[in-house]
T-cell receptor, first 111, second 116 residues
């Protein structure tokens, strides 16, 4: 059974903290994605990666960075968390087909 | 930029009824469409997909219809059950090749509520 896992289901951080969200997939997929999901706004793409050490900005990259050192792992980094980054963060991966497989999400609260 | 949108943000139906969830897209170059279901507290899950060279595709209790003339996509759920209650998203891909390969643009979502 294919699986995308995220390091935390719930996370509470303080303003200014550096935050790491980890995502691991076991499907040997080339592509990995980070989205944030907010009520009424759907899923918005933050960053994606189509290969190890490669990354592309999505629609809302400001305030975020990513790292992909290994094919199975894609990390989202909030260098200095702010309250407007309180959101649900979803990781996904895809292979040669367009279907994306999603993790369960991390609900991040920044106080 | 171009985006995918939904006509109805909420839909309430009775158990056993058929449900229709609609989606409008604006990018005529999109060649692949996908429907996802997201239950509370979970990530989106694949339901069904369709390529632009098709008008209709059927799965188990679900049918996706694509009307390229009016850029409209719909998801039909037959004999809707309480377990179908969720948020449904449509998404599109515009295969421009290169680093855009694999990107999906998502709509805002429709909340489906099924009453027993």
């Amino acid at each position: 059974d294919v699986k995308v896992t995220q390091s935390s289901r719930y996370l509470v951080k303080r303003t200014g903290e550096k935050v790491f969200l980890e995502c691991v997939q076991d499907m040997d997929h080339e592509n990995m994605f980070w989205y944030r999901q907010d009520p009424g706004l759907g899923l918005r793409l933050i960053y994606f990666s189509y290969d190890v050490k490669m990354k592309e900005k999505g629609d809302i990259p400001e305030g975020y960075s990513v790292s992909r050192e290994k094919k199975e792992r894609f990390s989202l980094i909030l260098e200095s968390a702010s309250t407007n980054q309180t959101s649900m963060y979803l990781c996904a991966s895809s292979g040669r087909m367009f279907e994306q497989f999603f993790g369960p999400g991390t609900r991040l609260t920044v106080l | 930029g171009e985006s995918v949108g939904l006509h109805l943000p909420t839909l309430s139906v009775q158990e056993g009824d058929n449900s229709i969830i609609n989606c409008a897209y604006s990018n005529s170059a999109s060649d692949y469409f996908i429907w996802y279901k997201q239950e509370s507290g979970k990530g989106p899950q694949f339901i069904i997909d369709i390529r632009s060279n098709m008008d209709k595709r059927q799965g188990q209790r679900v049918t996706v219809l694509l009307n390229k003339t009016v850029k409209h996509l719909s998801l039909q759920i037959a004999a809707t059950q309480p377990g179908d209650s969720a948020v449904y998203f449509c998404a599109e891909n515009t295969s421009g090749g290169g680093t855009s390969y694999g990107k999906l643009t998502f709509g805002q979502g429709t909340i489906l509520t099924v009453h027993p």
